[in-house]
């Protein structure tokens, strides 16, 4: 059975999720100066597919998404559909670790030993995972209002800084570095919105998946596209371009009389909380798929075990903050493409064929 959460509780889950990262990394680097308008193309074209894994946690609102996936696919390749998304999500999660151990250095605590801010994200993201996704979403909502206003309000300082023709002139270099740099927008963050389909959550209403991934999934748009536009029109295109953490860059220049300076730990508090809720949900879909595999009923004794693995595992991904930054920047390596693109369109059209089959077989047999 799926945990049923609060509609609001889900939006705002989702969109902290699609956050995590997302806004430190500087997305759409690639258009320099048109970044925003590879925002809106990545999450204009990134819809149709947020609609399909909409769909696939709508067929049977009752049960979890196994349960969808063994009656269209079968056991076996539900199996592996499982194995894909656990190792997907734990990916995620090392990447997301890994993350934050460089942020953390460039942003000052050279002397700090980079396993313990993993260590720190990783034991409250368990202690999260633990609780269930009702009570991250729950607590999601209530935060998500403290990030907006902690946006709003840092990047208000910062507008004596904003000047708006480096947004200019529109496609100067044409747009192919727009659609490059919509390709790598729509991978990171926005389809990374597929794990929200395997964490099991169910809701109160009709649909109740599609209008929660739907509207999060432009609620985050909207928030990562007025965050990004200003940090481009403060820092300027180019220093956009070649900038680790521009955000952090673009807030550090507020001064307002002398008084009101040093304001980066905004965008670190930004950080540390979508890093946290985008850590917890992949633990959870990590813990729902292996559950699965081993045939244990409640997912939280393998919260544990998953959730450490990411102290070890998040040292193997990158050499450091160069190497993170090649690979979100790049396109879609194999994996990704396959959980974000391939398979749910695969899984959507073979359950729309058989479960609507099975769905008029029954209805004639009544």
């Known amino acids: ?168 002139p529109v496609l100067f270099d044409g747009i192919g570095p727009v659609l490059q740099a919509t390709l790598t927008t729509m991978k990171f963050p926005f389809l990374e919105t597929v794990l929200f389909t395997f964490a099991g959550a169910g809701f109160r209403i009709k649909n109740g998946s599609r209008y929660v991934l739907v509207r999060g999934h432009f609620a985050a748009a909207a928030l990562i596209l007025f965050i990004i536009t200003l940090t481009v029109a403060v820092v300027g295109p180019e220093i956009y371009r070649i900038q680790y953490y521009p955000v952090y860059g673009a807030v550090s220049r507020i001064d307002v009389g002398g008084f009101f300076t040093r304001l980066e730990i905004t965008v670190t508090f930004i950080f540390l909380i979508t890093a946290f809720v985008k850590v917890s949900v992949c633990q959870i879909v990590a813990a729902k798929c292996f559950s699965y595999l081993v045939g244990e009923t409640d997912y939280r004794r393998l919260v544990t075990p998953l959730a450490l693995s990411g102290i070890v595992g998040s040292f193997y991904l990158a050499e450091g903050t160069l190497e993170m930054e090649k690979r979100n920047l790049s396109l879609w390596p194999p994996l990704e493409l396959a959980v974000q693109v391939i398979l749910p369109v695969i899984i959507w059209i073979i359950a729309e064929i058989r479960l609507n089959k099975q769905n008029d077989t029954g209805q004639k047999a009544n």
């Open 1 to 168: 059975m799926k945990e049923v959460i609060a509609v609001r509780a889900g939006i705002a889950t989702v969109v902290l999720m699609l956050m995590g990262g997302s806004v430190i990394h500087g997305i759409g680097s690639q258009a320099g100066s048109d970044a925003w308008l590879a925002i809106i193309f990545a999450a204009l074209f990134s819809l149709p597919f947020i609609l399909i894994y909409a769909r696939l946690g709508d067929f049977d609102p009752e049960q979890d998404i196994f349960h969808t996936l063994e009656k269209a696919l079968g056991k076996p390749l539900t199996v592996v559909v499982a194995i894909i998304y656990g190792y997907y999500a734990l990916l995620l999660m090392y990447y997301s670790l890994d993350s934050l151990g460089s942020f953390v250095t460039v942003a000052g605590l050279v002397e700090t030993p980079k396993v313990v801010p993993r260590l720190a994200l990783t034991l409250i993201g368990l202690m999260a995972a633990k609780a269930g996704i009702e009570v991250l979403t729950r607590w999601c909502s209530l935060f998500l209002r403290i990030i907006v206003l902690t946006s709003f309000l840092a990047l208000v300082l910062v507008l004596k800084e904003v000047d708006f023709s480096n947004l200019q």
